[in-house]
């Protein structure tokens, strides 16, 4: 994949990104004042049973065929024929433990929904690999277009329509199987998917063999990400959990929403420079400053407008998750940031170091939670943010050592970002003050909060782009440096001559 392809592709996802943004966002406002909290917790207990499964059925088949250096069709095939084998056999599985699951939560009514949701096993298994052949063949474009049609028509038609014909947990159901059926449907529609039999043992076994490494790893990132959201369900209930569900929507979704886009771009690109590390050194680097000033920039201005944007997105019953929106923003920046060190690290394939790390994560996060939980949910969400701190502390390491980039560089890098952070936090939070001493009304405060953090944002990223000037990685890769050169010709000409 070329420079010219990347930087297609992230168009099309920042584009892609953005409309989804704006729609997950006024779904999510909607669907919060039709339905209950309870309603919410039902359906993220539900979403941890289904998870649990799903790395299982998935076995990591479509990241396999984007990371093999070449495939053939009879690679293909025996991903279209294990997605569907494990995928009906775990939703058949899924199906007969519901009730297991209902009492483990102590939640009758969830029996049913998990019944039900095992079916978008094998939908999610087969869809994936579609999208996944598009992403391989630099299509963004219409891998994007799929996508954000899917949740529209799934979320914004099918799911709404449901909450407000009084189906409550229910509505949410159905939007997510018809958005799943939809991607599948128009995955399979925009490529010819290659077929070829009779299916080959040695294809199989070349899949499994990163896809079962792969799943697993992300079974455990899984379950680091959600262990809380386990012992909340069953220690507080399905009402406290609901809060912490929709504390976390409000903190992750703008930039998961964005560094998810800019995955489905980078994972293929630095696949594809995987026997180059110095270059994929360089490109590392470049994602990981690239999330950072995203992460922090969206999760310090959310912290520190907390009180206006819940309001605002959620409505008056949901106030009381104020404090802990403002503690789960801390968590966004080095949650997402590893995403970065993830990505490489699979990219090199460096499967076994990457799951011991998640695995001494994960164990770290079952005590934290478990110590704080005496101090209810805001105990939890700082276990979260400690955790995450550390995970992004090894996984910085580790990336590192592999790649040989000084540590203080990335330190260095850390401190940077942390700066930008408090500029956006404290912009925000001084304009957030004055415009309540001056009885400003809450639709008009937010936006002029927005307006503060966007400016300081934009101060912040003038000043780096003058401290990066010289940056070796961004005068390495070829792509940056492009879009580098052009921004320092509008705020610094003479330094922006090659």
């Not at 079916?119 to 579609?130: F, H, I, K, Q, T």
Request: proline letters at 4%.
């Amino acid at each position: 994949m070329n420079a010219q392809q990347i930087l297609s592709g992230l168009g099309w996802s920042t584009f892609a990104t953005a409309l989804s943004a704006v729609c997950q966002i006024v779904f999510m406002a909607v669907l919060a004042r039709l339905l209950d909290p309870s309603v919410f917790g039902l359906m993220a207990m539900a979403s941890i049973a289904l998870r649990f499964a799903g790395y299982f059925s998935q076995l990591g088949f479509a990241q396999a065929l984007i990371q093999r250096p070449a495939i053939e069709a009879e690679d293909t095939t025996a991903a279209l024929a294990m997605a569907l084998l494990l995928g009906g056999v775990f939703a058949g599985a899924t199906a007969l433990a519901s009730p297991l699951i209902a009492r483990a939560f102590h939640a009758v009514e969830l029996s049913s929904l998990v019944a039900v949701l095992g079916l978008s096993l094998p939908l999610v298994a087969v869809g994936s690999l579609p999208m996944a052949l598009l992403r391989r063949a630099a299509r963004f474009k219409r891998g994007n277009a799929i996508e954000v049609a899917a949740y529209v028509l799934g979320y914004g038609v099918v799911g709404i329509a449901c909450a407000l014909r009084g189906l409550g947990v229910w509505s949410l159901v159905l939007a997510t199987l018809s958005q799943q059926a939809l991607v599948l449907v128009l995955g399979f529609s925009s490529l010819r998917y290659p077929l070829g039999w009779p299916l080959r043992r040695e294809a199989a076994a070349r899949l499994w063999s990163f896809g079962s490494r792969y799943s697993l790893i992300g079974f455990v990132e899984f379950l680091g990400g959600n262990i809380e959201t386990l012992i909340v369900g069953r220690m507080f209930g399905k009402g406290e959990l609901g809060l912490l569900n929709r504390a976390g929507a409000v903190t992750n979704l703008p930039v998961e929403l964005g560094v998810s886009a800019v995955n489905k771009v980078l994972f293929p690109a630095l696949a594809g420079l995987q026997q180059d590390r110095r270059r994929l050194a360089d490109g590392f680097q470049m994602l990981l400053l690239c999330v950072g000033l995203f992460s922090t920039a969206m999760a310090c201005g959310v912290a520190a407008g907390a009180s206006d944007v819940v309001p605002l997105l959620l409505g008056a019953k949901w106030i009381g998750i104020v404090p802990l929106v403002a503690v789960l923003a801390l968590a966004v920046p080095p949650t997402f940031m590893f995403v970065a060190c993830g990505v490489t690290l699979d990219a090199l394939a460096a499967l076994g170091p990457k799951l011991r790390l998640q695995s001494l994560v994960l164990a770290l996060k079952v005590a934290l939670v478990l110590a704080l939980a005496r101090w209810q949910l805001e105990g939890v969400a700082w276990a979260v943010v400690a955790t995450e701190a550390v995970r992004l502390a090894a996984g910085l390491r580790l990336v590192g050592l592999l790649l040989e980039i000084p540590l203080a560089a990335l330190g260095r890098l850390l401190v940077l970002l942390a700066a930008v952070g408090a500029a956006i936090w404290f912009t925000i939070a001084a304009t957030q003050a004055l415009a309540t001493a001056g009885d400003i009304p809450l639709l008009a405060r937010v936006p002029l909060e927005f307006l503060a953090g966007s400016a300081a944002f934009a101060a912040a990223l003038l000043a780096l782009a003058v401290r990066f000037a010289h940056y070796p990685p961004l005068q390495r890769f070829e792509a940056a440096r492009r879009w580098h050169l052009r921004v320092m010709a509008v705020i610094h000409p003479r330094a922006a001559l090659p």
